[in-house]
């Protein structure tokens, strides 16, 4: 399975950041939950929800009033919606896939995507 996160590299304070995350090979893939991830700089990881085949989603309660997660099954992609970005979000922002579940541990992950950079400045 292969993860390829895309989105703007940079966005202006109190604007709504759009990732996307696209899919590819393997197979099985409603075995999975695909959870979005990031890392600040000096910071560790930090996992910011996740969304099941079904369509349940799972989130960060600190994130959890500015976050959405959904995902296209028939073009195997999913989306992470964050609104009033700040300078404090401003991470390389990660897909990650783990079967049957989610976690807040990179090692608990099957699958990782590259990640894309996002700064928050105006």
């Known amino acids: 399975v292969q993860l390829q996160e895309s989105g703007p590299g940079l966005v202006k304070p109190s604007q709504t950041l759009s990732l996307t995350c696209t899919i590819s090979?393997?197979?099985?893939?409603?075995?999975?939950?695909w959870s979005w991830i990031r890392q600040s700089p000096g910071k560790g990881l930090q996992w910011m929800g996740a969304i099941a085949w079904s369509g349940s989603g799972y989130y960060n309660p600190s994130l959890k009033s500015r976050t959405s997660i959904s995902w296209d099954t028939s073009k195997n992609t999913v989306y992470l919606q964050m609104n009033n970005l700040s300078p404090e979000d401003t991470a390389a922002y990660y897909c990650?896939?783990?079967?049957?579940?989610?976690?807040?541990?990179?090692?608990?992950?099957?699958?990782w995507g590259q990640g894309t950079q996002v700064t928050v400045s105006s």
């Open positions: 090979g393997g197979s099985g893939a409603n075995v999975y939950y």
């Open positions: 990650a896939a783990k079967r049957g579940a989610w976690s807040t541990r990179r090692g608990e992950y099957d699958y």
